[in-house]
């Protein structure tokens, strides 16, 4: 943890079997079962302060460890807040996932995701049938909307096998999404089981003032951001058709994707559910293909995010926890010029400095 002139307050490891690197007057303790070391005397304070605010693996004692920078009056780091417990919970989650899951060795290609308007408006049609999902009361509602999802995402993969990146990304960021959402009543934070779809209405809010409300990071929301929200929406609606959480937890650790277990769930697609058919219950005043259309022209305008690590001459290399970081956190990483505000520089790229 570090106070708000970022010089190390507090260095606590858990579970760590060498914590002696990190200082002297370790005091261990056990909690639940769990070891716990607090660092009295911090071996290297500056190093340890020019951290990443997360890395999966830094080399602590000769062990690959995960680490997280808590920073006092920081936005969304505030160690003791129940935003930063779900941040150190669904990113802590993340090593887990690399250590136990089955890999997949595919990434996520923003640049390269399919922004036509046939598919933003399939995908916008998708999460309606998942609001749809969350607000059904009954568990007949609820098969319905599945079988529905189903039947459009079968759709999707038809006409484009870039469909599969989603899936992907729903098992990666929606599941983590998902923890957030398990322990977030408690917490009080922003990401709980009542809300999981909030990011879902994003665009479709402003279809009916053209699109132009959300008209940023259109392509940072469709081909990365949109994933969180969708995973937990898919994760949460097992869940209340009764799959239980070991079957769901070792279906993702063995590679099915949440909308694959959901296919599972449901059985086959029905013929009768064709799209066609779905867009008239869902949108009954067609304003998903204008809306999409709108869209799509509009992620043409704001070009190549420019990230990652084959960015172009005259831009920086970003990875892609530092992106996620960025768009968790609102920023439009597909504007000419982004923007980054201070506390945001700090948490995603460790800058004391203003970001710009």
């Known amino acids: 943890m570090l106070d708000a002139d970022r010089t190390v307050a507090t260095v606590v490891a858990f579970n760590h079997p060498a914590p002696a690197p990190l200082g002297s007057s370790v005091l261990r303790v056990d909690v639940d079962g769990q070891d716990v070391a607090v660092i009295g005397s911090p071996a290297d304070p500056d190093a340890l302060a020019s951290m990443a605010p997360f890395d999966f693996f830094a080399d602590i004692g000769g062990t690959d460890t995960f680490v997280l920078i808590g920073q006092h009056g920081a936005s969304g780091v505030e160690p003791g807040t129940p935003e930063f417990a779900a941040l150190m919970a669904h990113e802590s989650f993340h090593r887990y996932q690399f250590d136990n899951w089955s890999p997949d060795d595919r990434v996520q290609d923003i640049d390269g995701y399919d922004f036509s308007a046939a598919n933003l408006e399939l995908v916008l049609l998708e999460n309606r049938i998942l609001i749809a999902a969350y607000e059904a009361g009954t568990v007949s509602e609820i098969e319905h909307f599945a079988r529905q999802f189903a039947a459009v995402r079968r759709a999707r993969h038809e006409r484009d096998s870039r469909t599969s990146l989603d899936e992907l990304q729903e098992r990666t960021e929606g599941s983590a999404r998902y923890l957030e959402h398990l322990i977030g009543d408690s917490l009080g934070n922003v990401y709980t089981a009542r809300n999981h779809t909030r990011e879902l209405v994003f665009y479709d809010d402003s279809l009916d003032r053209g699109a132009t409300a959300n008209a940023g990071g259109i392509r940072s929301f469709f081909g990365f951001g949109r994933f969180y929200s969708s995973g937990a929406s898919l994760l949460s609606l097992l869940d209340r058709l009764g799959v239980s959480v070991t079957d769901i937890a070792s279906g993702l650790q063995d590679g099915s994707t949440p909308a694959e277990l959901l296919a599972q769930r449901v059985g086959p697609v029905d013929k009768s559910q064709s799209v066609?058919?779905?867009?008239?219950?869902?949108?009954?005043?067609?304003?998903?293909?204008?809306?999409?259309?709108?869209?799509?022209?509009?992620?043409?305008?704001?070009?190549?995010?420019?990230?990652?690590?084959?960015?172009?001459?005259?831009?920086?290399?970003?990875?892609?926890?530092?992106?996620?970081?960025?768009?968790e956190r609102g920023v439009d990483i597909n504007a000419d010029n982004i923007t980054v505000p201070d506390d945001v520089a700090r948490t995603c790229f460790n800058d004391p400095d203003a970001g710009g």
């Open 276 to 327: 066609s058919v779905i867009l008239t219950e869902h949108d009954p005043d067609g304003e998903l293909a204008a809306g999409a259309a709108n869209l799509a022209g509009l992620a043409l305008e704001e070009g190549s995010t420019d990230l990652g690590t084959n960015a172009p001459a005259g831009t920086f290399g970003v990875s892609d926890d530092q992106i996620a970081c960025l768009i």
